[in-house]
């Protein structure tokens, strides 16, 4: 017998979410980086802190985006949202009270949960077999949440060690503006993108030890994972390949 009602709905609903789950998970994040912008390019101080909760908003959707995609168990599930829960208020509070103390709070909480997703994302692609949109989405996902991380860890390395960065073109707004949170969020998330794609434009520079080390090792952890997903998904295509001929000579 075929299960009708609620409960076989929510069933279908869950099936349904966890089939594009890092589509949704990549929708999301392309999302929060485009209203980051629009928030960056706002005049009226009304209307960029108004952005500023979107973005807290945008966040948060993107939080709830990752649990989903990453929550395959219990143990997982669990972990997943005794992280997400308070990096997702931490954020929400950060929009509206710029205190350091809830700053770095939010940043940590934010750290570990993106982290713990990008490990188990990276599971998820080297135990596949086969290349298909889902597999695509969640690389493209891994690649853009590296971003997101060292976005946080750079907003950590201004709030404790100020002056960190060099400003090479920048008006009063955009000093001393690499605070990932608020309407201010583009500046580290385009520096963060710029160190990891290795572009390297020279308008904003680090100065201090610790935002040195930090580019240095995003540039090369970008470069090692587009080089070694590159292998993965050539492997997997050629494997692909040579299973089909067999299977047509047989």
């Given at each position: 017998m075929t299960q009708t009602g609620p409960i076989s709905r929510i069933a279908r609903i869950r099936r349904g979410a966890q089939a594009y789950r890092f589509i949704s998970l990549l929708v999301s994040l392309l999302l929060l980086f485009f209203i980051a912008a629009v928030g960056y390019m706002l005049e009226d101080p009304s209307q960029r802190r108004l952005a500023g909760f979107a973005i807290a908003v945008l966040f948060n959707?993107?939080?709830?985006?990752?649990?989903?995609?990453?929550?395959?168990?219990?143990?997982?599930?669990?972990?997943?949202?005794?992280?997400?829960?308070?990096?997702?208020?931490?954020?929400?509070?950060?929009?509206?009270?710029?205190?350091?103390?809830?700053?770095?709070?939010?940043?940590?909480?934010?750290?570990?949960?993106?982290?713990?997703?990008?490990?188990?994302?990276?599971?998820?692609l080297f135990r596949s077999e086969t290349v298909d949109t889902n597999m695509i989405c969640a690389s493209l996902c891994v690649y853009l949440l590296l971003g997101f991380i060292w976005a946080s860890l750079y907003s950590l390395c201004e709030v404790f060690r100020p002056d960190s960065f060099v400003y090479a073109y920048a008006d009063e707004f955009e000093q001393a503006s690499m605070v990932f949170g608020g309407e201010k969020s583009l500046v580290p998330l385009y520096y963060s993108f710029v160190t990891l794609t290795t572009l390297g434009y020279g308008d904003i520079v680090p100065v201090s030890p610790p935002a040195k080390i930090l580019a240095v090792l995003e540039a090369v952890i970008g470069q090692i994972y587009?080089?070694?997903?590159?292998?993965?998904?050539?492997?997997?295509?050629?494997?692909?390949?040579?299973?089909?001929?067999?299977?047509?000579?047989?």
């Open positions: 959707l993107m939080l709830l985006s990752a649990v989903n995609a990453i929550s395959q168990t219990r143990r997982t599930m669990t972990t997943a949202v005794a992280l997400v829960v308070p990096a997702g208020l931490l954020s929400l509070v950060s929009a509206a009270w710029k205190a350091d103390a809830v700053l770095v709070l939010n940043n940590l909480f934010s750290i570990a949960f993106i982290a713990l997703v990008v490990v188990l994302v990276l599971d998820f587009l080089t070694v997903l590159v292998a993965r998904l050539v492997g997997l295509h050629i494997a692909h390949v040579t299973s089909g001929s067999s299977e047509n000579k047989s």
